[in-house]
C-alpha cells in the first residue's frame, strides 16, 4: 500500500517540479494511519450496530419490540443515546481500589481487541485486504485474542471488591481452559490449508460451497461446532458470562465501574465478537468467496471484460460484503443462543470443556486427518490455489536478485528424496 | 532506513523501562503487569525484524503465561488486599548480585558477535535468508537453510528431538496432575450422602479442630 500512496504522491506534487521516492517514509505513514483508522472505525461503528442489533433481538426473543424511538422507526439510534448517556455519569472509582490498574484496565481489552484485526484479511488474492500480511496470520490472531482476559483479571483485582475478584478468577479459569480446545480447532483448517495465512486458508475454499473447511468432511462440521462453542466461550458471552454473572456477583469484574469506563468493556466484548466471528468465517465458512463459482475475479469471465486488475479489485469489494455478511450472520448466532440459554455454572463450564470439548476437538483431528490422507484433493471439483502477492513491503524491497526466494527453496524441497542420502 | 531504529529505539525503551518497573514496584499484581507490558514491547521488537512467528510466540507464550503467573500470585498471596513484598537487605544484595553478573554476560556474549562489531561476514547474508515460518517447518524434517541439500553430508532433523521433549512435557504434565489430585479412596466415595456433607453433621477431627472458645461464655 505505502509504494502505491508514494507514487500518488509523487504523481500529485510532480506539478510542483518535486519527487517522492517509491519508498520514501510518508508513504508508510499515511498507509499505517489509514489502515489504523479503518480498523477502530471498524470496531466503533461495530459496536454501534450491535448493541442495537442485541437489543432488537433480545426484544424478538421475547416477544417484544425492542428500542422503537431513538433515530425514526426501527429505533436504530439508540446506542448513540446510550451513549450520551454513558458519557453524562459520574466517574467513579472506589477509595481503596488500586488507581493505575483500575483506569488502565479498560483500554488494555480495547487494545487487544482491536490490535488482532491487524492481521485479519478482508479480500483475497491476488491483492489482499490487510493491513498486515502475516505468514502465520492465525497464530497472532489467536495470541493477541489471548490477551483481553488481562483486562477483565487486572479490573477484578484493582477494584477491591469481592464480586469483582470472583469474576476475575471465574474468568481467569474459563479463558485458560478454553484457548485448549479452541487451539485445537483452529489447527484443522491449518492442516487442510497446508498454511497458517489467512489468506492462503481462505482461498483454498474458492470454488464453491462444497470446497469450504466445514462441509469438507463429517470431522471438520463436527469441529466447526466445537470452535463456535468455544469462541462463545472465550469473549466471556452468555451461557458462559460467568464473569458477569449479574444475579450472583451483582455485576462480576465491572462492578465497580461505571460511565465511559464500563463501556469500553463493552466495546471491546462486542469488538471480539465480531473478531471471532470473522475467523470463524475465514477458517472454516468459505472466508470472502460466495457459496456459488460466480467468477467475479480476475481470473473469471469478469477479468477478460473488464481487465484483471479492476475485475480483481471489483472481486474483493464484494468478497469483503460476502465476509462481512458471514461475519454479521455469526454474530447474530451468539446473540440468539445468548437469549436462549440458561447460564452455567461454573463446573458446567468446566465439563463442557474438558469432559466434551477437548476430547471432541482431538477425536475430530484425528479423523480429519485420517481423512485428508485418503481423499487429499476433496471429493468434489477444486479450483487451483491462486497466486498470493505478499504485502511485505519492506521484504519486497530488499530482496535481491541472488537471494534464494522461499519459492526456490519449497521447490527443492519438494524435489527432495531422501533415499539419496542413506 | 532511519524509521526503523526510531521504532527499535521506542520499542527497546519501552522494554527495558517497564523491566526496570517490575524491580521497582513492591505490588504483586502491578509487577505482573508491567511484565507483561515489557514483554508485550520485547514482542514489538520480534515484530519489527519481521520474525512475525517468534514474536506471536512471545506473545502467545510469555505474555499469556504471565497470565498465570498472575493469578497464582493472587491466589497465594492475597492475605489482604493488595500485597506489598519487601524484600530484606541480603535478598536484595544476593539479588543485584545475580542481575549483574547476569548483565555482564550477556553484554559480552552480544558484543562477541563478529557480525554486529563490523567484523566477519557483514549481516547482509541474514537479510537473504527467506523470512518465513515455512523453513522452520522443513528444518523439522531436516531440509535445514544452514545446510546446503545437494551435499552428501547426513541431514539430521529436528523432528525426533522436539517430539521427545513434546512427550516429556506430557508426562510431565500427567504427572503433576496425578501429584495435585484429591486423595480419595474407593471406600470414603460411597459413603458420602448423595446431597454432599452437611458441614454441621460431621465429627472435628480432635488434633486439627479449632478449641470451641464461643461456647465456654454460654455454658
Request: hydrophobic fraction near 55%; glycine fraction near 8%.
Amino acid at each position: 500500500m505505502a509504494p502505491t500512496i508514494n507514487w500518488a504522491l509523487d504523481l500529485l506534487v510532480g506539478w510542483a517540479g518535486l519527487s517522492v521516492a517509491p519508498d520514501a517514509a510518508i508513504g508508510y505513514v499515511l498507509a499505517a494511519l489509514l489502515q489504523v483508522a479503518i480498523i477502530l472505525n471498524l470496531a466503533a461503528a461495530g459496536a454501534l450496530v450491535f448493541i442495537w442489533l442485541e437489543r432488537k433481538v433480545a426484544g424478538r426473543i421475547q416477544d417484544r419490540l425492542g428500542p422503537t424511538r431513538v433515530g425514526g422507526r426501527f429505533g436504530w439510534l439508540q446506542t448513540l443515546a446510550d451513549g450520551l448517556k454513558l458519557l453524562s455519569k459520574e466517574d467513579l472509582m472506589p477509595t481503596s481500589a488500586d488507581p493505575l490498574l483500575f483506569r488502565v484496565a479498560p483500554y488494555i481489552g480495547m487494545a487487544a481487541a482491536v490490535a488482532a484485526f491487524v492481521a485479519l484479511p478482508f479480500a483475497g488474492a491476488p491483492h489482499p485486504f490487510v493491513a498486515q500480511h502475516l505468514d502465520v496470520g492465525v497464530f497472532f490472531v489467536l495470541a493477541v485474542l489471548g490477551l483481553e482476559v488481562f483486562s477483565i483479571i487486572l479490573a477484578g483485582y484493582s477494584s477491591a471488591s469481592k464480586w469483582s475478584l470472583f469474576g476475575a478468577m471465574r474468568e481467569a479459569a474459563q479463558v485458560v481452559s478454553y484457548e485448549v480446545p479452541l487451539g485445537l480447532c483452529a489447527v484443522v483448517p491449518v492442516m487442510l490449508a497446508g498454511s497458517m495465512d489467512l489468506v492462503a486458508i481462505g482461498d483454498v475454499q474458492r470454488g464453491g460451497i462444497w470446497n469450504w473447511h466445514v462441509f469438507n468432511d463429517p470431522f471438520t462440521l463436527v469441529i466447526f461446532a466445537v470452535y463456535f462453542t468455544c469462541a462463545t466461550a472465550s469473549v466471556n458471552r452468555a451461557p458462559f458470562d460467568l464473569a458477569e454473572a449479574e444475579s450472583e456477583l451483582v455485576g462480576g469484574f465491572h462492578t465497580e465501574y461505571s460511565g465511559l469506563r464500563w463501556s469500553f468493556f463493552f466495546m471491546a466484548e462486542y469488538t471480539s465478537m465480531l473478531l471471532v466471528s470473522l475467523l470463524a468465517a475465514i477458517l472454516f465458512l468459505g472466508a470472502w468467496h460466495f457459496p456459488l463459482p460466480l467468477g467475479l475475479t480476475g481470473d473469471g469471465w469478469l477479468g477478460s471484460v473488464m481487465g484483471a486488475n479492476v475485475a480483481s479489485y471489483f472481486g474483493n469489494l464484494l468478497g469483503l460484503l460476502c465476509l462481512m455478511t458471514k461475519g454479521v450472520l455469526s454474530v447474530i448466532v451468539m446473540m440468539w443462543v445468548r437469549w436462549s440459554m440458561p447460564r452455567l455454572r461454573i463446573d458446567q463450564v468446566m465439563t463442557t470443556c474438558l469432559k466434551y470439548c477437548t476430547p471432541l476437538a482431538a477425536v475430530c483431528f484425528l479423523g480429519a486427518t485420517a481423512w485428508q490422507a485418503a481423499f487429499p484433493g476433496g471429493l468434489l471439483w477444486r479450483p487451483p490455489a491462486p497466486y498470493v502477492e505478499m504485502t511485505n513491503d519492506e521484504a519486497r524491497m530488499t530482496k535481491k536478485e541472488d537471494a534464494p526466494s522461499i519459492s526456490s527453496f519449497v521447490i527443492r524441497a519438494s524435489s527432495f528424496k531422501p533415499e539419496a542420502h542413506q | 532506513m532511519i524509521w526503523h531504529s526510531v521504532l527499535f529505539a521506542l520499542f527497546a525503551a519501552l522494554a527495558c523501562g517497564f523491566a526496570a518497573m517490575v524491580v521497582i514496584s513492591s505490588n504483586v499484581v502491578r509487577m505482573a503487569f508491567y511484565l507483561v507490558l515489557s514483554l508485550s514491547a520485547t514482542s514489538g521488537l520480534f515484530f519489527l525484524a519481521g520474525a512475525d512467528f517468534v514474536g506471536a510466540m512471545q506473545l502467545m507464550i510469555y505474555v499469556g503465561g504471565t497470565l498465570v503467573l498472575l493469578v497464582f500470585g493472587v491466589m497465594l498471596t492475597a492475605q489482604q488486599q493488595f500485597v506489598n513484598m519487601l524484600p530484606s537487605r541480603s535478598e536484595f544484595l544476593l539479588a543485584g548480585l545475580l542481575g549483574t553478573s547476569m548483565l555482564v554476560l550477556l553484554a559480552s556474549a552480544a558484543f562477541s558477535v563478529p557480525a554486529w562489531s563490523g567484523e566477519g561476514p557483514k549481516a547482509a547474508a541474514l537479510d537473504n535468508a527467506p523470512r518465513t515460518s515455512t523453513p522452520l517447518a522443513l528444518g523439522l524434517i531436516g531440509l535445514r537453510v544452514d545446510r546446503d541439500p545437494n551435499s552428501d553430508e547426513p541431514l539430521a532433523g529436528y523432528l525426533l528431538p522436539f517430539e521427545i521433549i513434546s512427550v516429556h512435557l506430557l508426562v510431565v504434565l500427567v504427572g503433576a496432575a496425578y501429584l495435585a489430585r484429591t486423595r480419595v479412596t474407593a471406600g470414603s466415595l460411597s459413603q458420602l450422602p448423595p446431597g454432599g456433607f452437611d458441614p454441621d453433621d460431621v465429627e472435628a477431627d480432635p488434633e486439627t479442630a479449632e478449641p470451641q472458645i464461643a461456647e465456654t461464655p454460654s455454658a
